[in-house]
């Protein structure tokens, strides 16, 4: 998620960190999933960040977005140009404080930075797995995680913390597994999409789907849908801005030109951050991993799976404290807002 | 009384004296959350906040306070029936734009309501009308008629009248006269009207 990257203006930072890798649900104990397919091995790649107390409740979870990974924070070696994607916010002293926390992100399974996903090696044929990966849920990746929690001796963690769709794998922590979680901050994030965020994930798969190269998700041996993909990218960005933030990020500007160059180049400054914003992300994400997680963001309906319809009901288990950040109508996509049914169940609060 | 390091404005304390300990409480309009600080600490109380200025709920997030950031008046609907046993709104009914309709909603969701108001009948507000011709400035009422938040005028007589027209009843009231940066007063009982700067009600349904 470099769009987030910043350098610490006082350069402090966890420093150097490392990838670790948890391996579990081997056949015949492989993970049962949702849509009851099942899946196994399933491997966790995760990063920790600060010591875990003794009595072992000091633990936090991150849980990253569509493009996110485990590297939240610091740097892999010396030579990296960039920290983790949250280094602004966690570290020594900052708004997570990993003095003072034992903090944790794994990346989700389905995605492409390490975990188990379309792109991983399906043991049984030596080849990627492509479409023959099920269709994992957000539940699936929290179900995931917790296998994760237990193996690293984690009975109830301080809070579960993250953004858009970390916000709805918050969401499902609290209310699949309410005694494990102490509290919660889910950011700028819903129960479940609207039409029009389906809408526009859909878009953006079938802009992957109708790339030549996808292949029907058999590419990893040849050309990838990178048009395709950076296509998908650039609906993304659009909906993360309004239309008033794009009237002031962008407007009518030109980028490096004075006139219209009577051709299909970039010449609008918008053109060529969405180009370049595409570009990038090719460069560093797998085009079925974008469906399999617009996908699990999509089907996700907290009502639905855990209230039978009624969100107060859905939140009536849940034992965590809340604090609730929400954006101001960000981009075009309105949000079904948990805090009215959190209310409504009398849960803790504040937003 | 003590809210953190501060005496609680004398308003407050009296609108805490009346509240009894164990009760749930929402404090509308809550500020930085000093009457909800005090009386969850020293009153065992079980409360919540609404507050529409950002930085003022970061000060109640701080204080470990649970605080939404919103329009009282919006958000109040959301909240069941008889959800608290005290629905308070201090200082804020002046800015209200329906009045009516957010003292029905209070006592949808509450038991009782505690509203607190300065008082526009003070003899020195009449002073400063009769006398300069200017609209009054005060203590209770600092600003400008071109920059006040405050949209509505209120006395003790009018409230009075008002909880009545709107089909509720005054359980409890006090008229206090207050100094030294409102945080120390009495209840004033004789010509209230004129010499209280404050009025404080509790009001329940018939």
């Not at chain 1, 965020?197 to 798969?205: H, L, T």
């Not at chain 2, 390091?5 to 304390?13: A, I, K, P, V």
């Not at chain 2, 071109?146 to 409230?159: A, E, S």
Request: glycine share 8%; hydrophobic share 40%.
């Amino acid at each position: 998620m470099s769009e987030y990257i910043e350098h610490d203006r006082d350069r402090v930072s966890v420093g150097i960190v490392s990838k670790k890798f948890f391996t579990f649900a081997e056949p015949p104990s492989a993970m049962r999933l949702e849509s009851d397919a099942r899946l196994g091995p399933v491997t966790i790649a995760y990063e920790t960040y600060g010591a875990l107390a003794p009595d072992r409740r000091n633990a936090i979870l991150v849980l990253h977005a569509l493009s996110g990974d485990s590297h939240v924070a610091g740097y892999y070696s010396a030579e990296d140009e960039k920290p983790g994607w949250w280094d602004c916010m966690v570290g020594p002293g900052k708004g997570i404080d990993t003095e003072k926390f034992f903090v944790i992100c794994s990346n989700i399974i389905g995605s492409c930075m390490g975990s188990t996903g379309p792109s991983s090696i399906n043991p049984a044929t030596g080849r990627a797995y492509g479409l023959d990966f099920p269709v994992v849920t957000i539940g699936d990746m929290v179900a995931a995680q917790k296998a994760l929690i237990e193996h690293l001796g984690i009975e109830r963690l301080l809070c579960v913390v993250g953004g858009s769709i970390g916000g709805m794998q918050v969401l499902e922590w609290c209310v699949r597994y309410p005694e494990t979680v102490a509290s919660a901050i889910p950011l700028a994030t819903t129960m479940r999409h609207s039409a029009l965020a389906i809408a526009f994930n859909e878009v953006a798969r079938q802009s992957i789907m109708a790339d030549p190269n996808w292949n029907q998700g058999d590419y990893y041996s040849g050309a990838h849908p990178a048009l395709g993909l950076a296509v998908a990218r650039m609906i993304g960005h659009i909906t993360y801005l309004s239309d008033e933030s794009m009237r002031l990020k962008f407007g009518r500007r030109l980028q490096d030109k004075s006139d219209f160059s009577f051709n299909f180049d970039a010449d609008f400054q918008v053109e060529s951050y969405l180009r370049y914003q595409g570009r990038k992300f090719v460069e560093r994400f797998d085009a079925n991993s974008f469906l399999y997680i617009t996908k699990a963001a999509d089907y996700y309906d907290l009502i639905k799976l855990h209230g039978g319809g009624s969100a107060v009901r859905a939140f009536s288990r849940v034992r965590a404290k809340f604090l609730v950040i929400s954006l101001p109508r960000t981009g075009s996509i309105r949000p079904i807002r948990p805090v009215t049914s959190l209310r409504r169940s009398r849960r803790t609060v504040s937003m | 009384m003590k809210s953190g390091n501060n005496l609680m404005r004398y308003d407050l304390q009296i609108i805490a004296s009346w509240i009894e300990p164990g009760s749930q409480v929402i404090d509308l309009g809550c500020g930085e959350g000093d009457l909800l600080q005090y009386l969850i600490t020293q009153k065992g109380v079980q409360g919540t906040g609404i507050e529409h200025n950002e930085e003022k709920v970061a000060h109640c997030i701080e204080k470990g306070l649970s605080v939404l950031k919103g329009d009282i008046n919006e958000e109040v609907h959301d909240y069941p029936e008889q959800r608290f046993d005290y629905v308070i709104l201090s200082q804020t009914l002046q800015q209200v734009y329906e009045p009516a309709v957010l003292i029905r909603a209070m006592l949808r969701i509450g038991r009782k309501g505690i509203v607190s108001f300065p008082n526009f009948s003070h003899w020195d507000i009449r002073r400063q009308v009769f006398f300069t011709g200017f609209a009054p400035i005060s203590r209770q009422l600092p600003y400008q008629w071109y920059d006040t938040p405050n949209i509505r005028v209120i006395t003790l007589k009018d409230f009075r009248k008002f909880v009545h027209e709107v089909g509720f009843k005054i359980l409890k009231e006090a008229a206090i006269n207050t100094h030294s940066q409102d945080r120390y007063g009495k209840i004033v009982r004789f010509l209230a009207n004129a010499r209280a700067t404050y009025g404080i009600f509790m009001i329940g349904k018939v």
